[in-house]
Each structure stands twice: as structure tokens, then as C-alpha cells.
């Protein structure tokens, strides 16, 4: 059972810039968490998407970032005009749907993708 | 309330020694206490977790205490080896939530002396 994947690993951008990032979970997990990490910081929580719904989006910035997690596909977490301080790794994580087997608190984690803006 | 604090920021050890990490809460909704240990360039990967209905809980070298009231929680480390040598964050959650979103601790950086 493959893991969670994320793509691209590293992204450079320049300053306004759209950085888009990809996220697949892993097989037979329906929910996906995306959580930024700036340099020697812990982990900041900004949304959780289901299958084409966006349950809890609190952690992310008002504008310029979104996400989605369509019927199809990998969830994309998309940054518009990118600036400096978007610099982070953003990882993304997944959990199984609540009434398939496993432990529906634990969140697996991909590799993250780091991004840096020039 | 929603945060979870974590001490120490960094932590040296000899090897063989015992390593131990602090954390605290607030929210007495959490229900579900991970611990990840991240490796430089990598994601968090699950260490181990505790729910508040048990005090300790033991997984090979790496034991979780819990005390619920005084919303504490730790992780000790025994015959600490260099390959243990990581960050480590402990976390909450809340089980079955619509939002069931982790907090993480801010982090120690474990390093562990040959």
C-alpha cells in the first residue's frame, strides 16, 4: 500500500507567481489534511477536505490560498501571487473514511513539498 | 485553548541515556495524544498515541505517561541511540470531530551523543 504521495517535492517560484500542489492519500483514505510548516516550527493546520467538500478550512490564509479535493484525482492546494513569506514545506495528510477499518484519528503524512519563493 | 505546549525546544542525550519530552493542553476535548518524530527533509511519521482513558501506554523503547488532570503528557525515550536523534512533536485531537484537525507542539530537536 503505497503511501501518501505529494508533488512536486521542491517548487521555486517567483513573487507573484501561482504555486500549485499536489496530494494523493493514500489508497482508500477519503480525508485529506493540509498543514504548513515554517522553518523550526511545528505543524500549522490549515484545511480538511473530504471527496469534493472542504470540511474545515480555519487554518488558511483569507486570500490567495484555496484547495480541493475533487470526485477524481489528487487534492490540489493552490497559491495565488505567491510573496516571501509563503516560503514553507506544506505537507499534506490522509485518514481512512470513518466506517472502513483503522484507526480514524491517526493521519499518515506524505514527504511534503517545500516551496520557495524568490 | 487550542494550543499544545512543548518543552524542551532541544534536547542532547548520551547514548543509552534516557530521553524524556513535555507537553501540556488545555482543551479537555482532546481526546487523542500522538507523538511524530520528523527527520530532516522528511513528514511526520507516527511514533506513538495515547488516548486519556490509560496513564502510560509502551511501544518497544518509547513510552507515552498521561496524566488528565493536570493535562499532561510525555514521552520518554529509553536507551536513547543515535538514530533516535530527531524532532519530535506531540499532538491532539479530537476523535469523530467534523474537525478533527491535529495541533502540534512546537517541537524539540533531539540529538543523541555517541
Known amino acids: 500500500n503505497a503511501g501518501v504521495m505529494q508533488n512536486p517535492r521542491h517548487l521555486v517560484r517567483r513573487r507573484g507567481q501561482e504555486a500549485r500542489l499536489r496530494c494523493s492519500p493514500m489508497k482508500g483514505h477519503s480525508h485529506v489534511y493540509w498543514y504548513r510548516q515554517l522553518p523550526e516550527e511545528g505543524l500549522k493546520f490549515m484545511v480538511y477536505l473530504q471527496k469534493e467538500n472542504i470540511i474545515d478550512e480555519s487554518g488558511m490564509p483569507k486570500e490567495r490560498f484555496s484547495a480541493e479535493f475533487p470526485k477524481e484525482g489528487p487534492s490540489i492546494l493552490r497559491i495565488q501571487q505567491v510573496v516571501r513569506g509563503d516560503s514553507a514545506a506544506y505537507f499534506c495528510?490522509?485518514?481512512?473514511?470513518?466506517?472502513?477499518?483503522?484507526?480514524?484519528?491517526?493521519?499518515?503524512f506524505g514527504p511534503g513539498t517545500r516551496l520557495t519563493v524568490l | 485553548q487550542q494550543q499544545v505546549k512543548q518543552s524542551p525546544q532541544s534536547l542532547i542525550v548520551q547514548k543509552g541515556g534516557i530521553s524524556i519530552i513535555n507537553c501540556a493542553y488545555e482543551?479537555?476535548?482532546?481526546?487523542?495524544f500522538p507523538w511524530y518524530q520528523q527527520f530532516p527533509g522528511k513528514g511526520p511519521a507516527l511514533l506513538i498515541a495515547i488516548r486519556p482513558d490509560v496513564s502510560e501506554k509502551k511501544e518497544g523503547r518509547f513510552t507515552i505517561s498521561f496524566n488528565k488532570s493536570a493535562k499532561q503528557f510525555s514521552l520518554h525515550i529509553m536507551d536513547s541511540q543515535p538514530g533516535d536523534s530527531a524532532t519530535y512533536f506531540c499532538a491532539a485531537s479530537r476523535s469523530y470531530s467534523s474537525a478533527s484537525k491535529i495541533i502540534f507542539g512546537s517541537g524539540t530537536r533531539l540529538s543523541i551523543r555517541p
Open positions: 482543551n479537555t476535548a482532546f481526546d487523542y
Open positions: 495528510a490522509s485518514s481512512p473514511f470513518p466506517s472502513g477499518a483503522g484507526n480514524t484519528d491517526t493521519q499518515y
